[in-house]
């Protein structure tokens, strides 16, 4: 009876560890799941700020090639930046 008692003792303890063992491996994957959806969350906003910057530099190279033709056209259109062939040519 008293072999009995501290078998079953033994037993409960033995139980009681493998559950303590398991919350606490249950409380790990929880923390990794956790873990991993908000990296998951963070690189989907790292993505969409990419996209976001790729898209406002294509706008700005555009813009840019806009203003270099402008600029090109004023110049060309202005004698102070006329070349010199003209005045050489009379000499």
Known sequence: ?????????????DMDAVEAENQVELEEKTRLINQVLELQHTLEDLSARVDAVKEENLKLKSENQVLGQYIENLMSASSVFQTTDTKSKRK
């Open 1 to 13: 009876s008293k072999v009995e008692s501290a078998r079953s003792t033994m037993m409960n303890a």
